[in-house]
C-alpha cells in the first residue's frame, strides 16, 4: 500500500475538506487531481504556521458572531410582543397566512435589526391570536419572540 502525502487545501473540495485543512490523501490524487489544478499545496512549517494562524482568525471571527447573535436575543427579548395586521373572515378566521417573511418584517420594521427569514420557524396560523417564534441567530443561540396576530382596519 502506497504511502499518503498531505497537503493543505486551497479551496473547498467536496467531501475532502474546506480551505486551510490540512488533509492526507492518495499519491495519485494529489499528483494527479489536486496539484495540477492549484486545489491543494505540499505541507511545509511556513505553510503550517498560516494554516494555523488562519484558523485563530476564524475562532475568533466566530466567537464575536456568537456574542453578537447573543446580544440580539436579549434585545429581541426584551421588547416583548410584536403584533401583525391581517385580514380576518368568519369566525376570525385569516384571509392567507402568516408567513416568516412577515414576522422578519414586522421585527425590522419596530428594531431596526435585521433577521434572516430563513432561521424563523412559526407555528401553522389560520386565526386571530398570540404566537411564539424561534428565531435562530446562531447555531445554539435562539430567541423566542411572541407575536399577536390582530386584524387589520
Not at 487545501?9 to 492518495?26: E, P
Not at 421588547?79 to 417573511?101: H, L, M, P, Y
Request: glycine share 8%; aromatic share 6%.
Amino acid at each position: 500500500m502506497a504511502k499518503r502525502i498531505q497537503l493543505v487545501l486551497n479551496q473547498d473540495i467536496y467531501k475532502l475538506g474546506k480551505f486551510g485543512d490540512l488533509v492526507d490523501v492518495a499519491p495519485g490524487y494529489a499528483r494527479n487531481y489536486l496539484l495540477p489544478k492549484n486545489l491543494a499545496t505540499f505541507v511545509t512549517p511556513g505553510i503550517l504556521k498560516q494554516v494555523e494562524r488562519r484558523r485563530e482568525l476564524e475562532r475568533q471571527r466566530q466567537e464575536e458572531l456568537k456574542q453578537q447573535a447573543v446580544e440580539q436575543k436579549a434585545a429581541l427579548e426584551k421588547v416583548g410582543s410584536f403584533k401583525i395586521a391581517k385580514q380576518v373572515g368568519e369566525n376570525n378566521a385569516i384571509f392567507g397566512t402568516v408567513t416568516t417573511q412577515d414576522v422578519a418584517d414586522i421585527i425590522q420594521g419596530s428594531t431596526e435589526m435585521e433577521v434572516d427569514r430563513r432561521g424563523i420557524t412559526i407555528p401553522d396560523i389560520g386565526s386571530l391570536g398570540t404566537y411564539e417564534a424561534e428565531i435562530k441567530l446562531y447555531s445554539d443561540v435562539i430567541a423566542k419572540v411572541n407575536f399577536e396576530v390582530v386584524a387589520s382596519e
